[in-house]
């Protein structure tokens, strides 16, 4: 099958690679023009694990190519993906003008049946506003489909190529034949497909996103609560993931979540539920906890120092908002920074992937580390931000050595209260008993 993907960041680049991988013919497209060109010549543009060797097979068979010219990059697709970004707009809904502008340039252009696919996170309604968009100047039949995507980044391939599920929204029969042989590959595989309408395929995809991320407050409040009444989150996070109803996934407590998806998304569908006039009470608790739960350790790093940071040199381990990825969208690493900065700290970062977009962001703000202990080379303390896993065995001899104190803020959960306690560090996590061996 002839593919288009219309946007070349994570969800695009991943999309076309996979699909170029069960045999297809992929063209990206993309309006930067500094993308295409590295990835024509075959240099990655994100981080994503076990992506670069698919993307490199593919290249060279002639089956994944890039452009920046829109009607080049459709000429003869049976189906075109839209795999555009949708940033909160002012108000906090999904800003649809990528969307919908790509789609006007699409009805000028097309000259043959195609099948219009929204990969992008949109909010109910949008496949009609495609629809119109595209119809407005259109002279060919077409279709549009709801199909969101529910990859997590840093384990992106796997998750698209043996996803949970595969959501489809239509209501046409053509289009419908067309996207059971694009995904036969995977259904193949066993990997379920669940037609449905457009409206509710695109209401699937945020109620997957607030669910999760209500999931992961949740867990936090309860954390929050097991400070105040001596109980520890892990083993209440062990004690009801076992129960099949709840699962053990998303239950992880920590410094709330963060991404390009969750916070734009729970908000966004807090929009639409103002715009049709329903209050979800539920959403609006989420990001009113997430928001303070990002920098919940911040009074306790201040509180240890007597209420002063002025002076002090604080490293912080991970600026990724998640492991696995050099995405720093929304990641609570940024939040922290700012709160250190804002109480006069000085900042030393490490992150295995991440470094050089936060640079991008904040340039000298914060001093950059090669490795996790140059970052805390003559630190006051050690915050960490992202379990990434060479954070979960380090060399504590070399780390006590390298901090002016034996003092961790772990926003992850990763070491365990009693080895902390053995080994003479102040400890302070999630949920858990502060260990304080130094007063
Ligand atoms: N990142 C994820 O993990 C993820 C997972 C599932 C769904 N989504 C959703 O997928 C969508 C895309 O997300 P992303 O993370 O891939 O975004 P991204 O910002 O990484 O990529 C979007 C790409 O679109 C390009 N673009 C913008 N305007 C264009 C135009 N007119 N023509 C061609 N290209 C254009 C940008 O240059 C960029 O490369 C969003 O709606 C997001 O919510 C993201
Ligand atoms: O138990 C957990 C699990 C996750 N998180 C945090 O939640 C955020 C999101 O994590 P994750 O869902 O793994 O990453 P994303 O790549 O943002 O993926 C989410 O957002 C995508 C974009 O919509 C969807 O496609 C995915 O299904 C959905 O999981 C991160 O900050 C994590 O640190 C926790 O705090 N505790």
Not at 153 to 182: C, H, Q, W
Not at 199 to 208: F, G, L, N, Q
Not at 231 to 246: E, F, K, L, P, Q
Not at 329 to 345: D, F, Q, V
Request: proline share 4%.
């Amino acid at each position: 099958m002839k593919i288009a993907v219309v946007g070349t960041g994570y969800v695009g680049l991943v999309t076309g690679t996979c699909f170029a991988e069960t045999g297809n013919t992929v063209t990206c497209i993309d309006i930067d023009a500094s993308k295409v060109e590295s990835l024509s010549k075959g240099k990655m543009t994100i981080y994503e694990p076990g992506l670069d060797v698919l993307f490199e097979r593919n290249r060279k068979e002639n089956r994944l190519l890039f452009t920046t010219n829109l009607a080049e990059g459709i000429k003869d697709a049976e189906v075109i993906f839209l795999a555009l970004p949708t940033p909160p707009g002012e108000d906090g809904s999904a800003d649809l003008k990528y969307i919908l502008g790509v789609a006007n340039e699409l009805g000028k252009i097309l000259d043959h049946y195609a099948v219009i696919i929204d990969k992008s996170t949109v909010p109910v309604g949008t496949s009609e506003k495609v629809h119109a968009a595209v119809a407005a100047n259109a002279k060919v039949d077409f279709d549009v489909v709801s199909n969101p995507e529910f990859l997590r980044e840093g384990v992106a391939v796997d998750d698209f190529m043996k996803p949970d599920r595969v959501v489809i929204g239509t209501n046409s029969e053509r289009a419908k034949v067309i996207m059971e042989k694009l995904y036969a590959p995977l259904v193949r595989q066993g990997n379920p497909v669940i037609f449905m309408d457009e409206r509710s395929a695109e209401m699937t995809k945020y109620a997957a996103n607030a669910f999760l991320a209500m999931k992961i407050t949740f867990m936090n409040e309860i954390a929050n609560l097991c400070e105040k009444a001596g109980a520890d989150v892990d083993n209440v996070r062990r004690g009801i993931g076992t129960d099949s109803r709840i699962g053990k996934r998303f239950l992880f407590p920590g410094i709330g979540y963060g991404g390009s998806c969750f916070p734009k998304d729970v908000q966004a569908l807090g929009k639409t539920a103002t715009e049709y006039g329903y209050d979800f009470k539920i959403l609006k608790s989420v990001m009113l906890v997430n928001d303070k739960q990002k920098t919940k350790l911040i009074p306790r790093v201040k509180e240890y120092f007597g209420g002063e940071l002025k002076g002090k040199t604080i490293a912080l381990w991970g600026l990724a908002f998640k492991p696995h990825t050099d995405d720093i969208r929304e990641a609570p690493a940024l939040y922290n920074i700012k709160a250190l900065r804002r109480a006069g700290a000085k900042v030393v970062v490490f992150d295995p992937e991440a470094t050089a977009n936060v640079r991008k962001e904040i340039g000298k703000k914060v001093k950059y580390a090669k490795s996790p202990y140059e970052a805390v080379e003559g630190a006051d303390a050690l915050m960490i931000m992202t379990e990434w896993p060479e954070f979960r065995t380090p060399d504590f001899e070399k780390l006590s050595a390298a901090l002016n104190n034996k003092v961790i803020f772990d926003g992850r959960n990763l070491y365990d209260l009693t080895e902390m306690r053995t080994l003479g560090y102040d400890y302070y996590s999630i949920g858990r008993e502060d260990i304080v061996v130094s007063k």
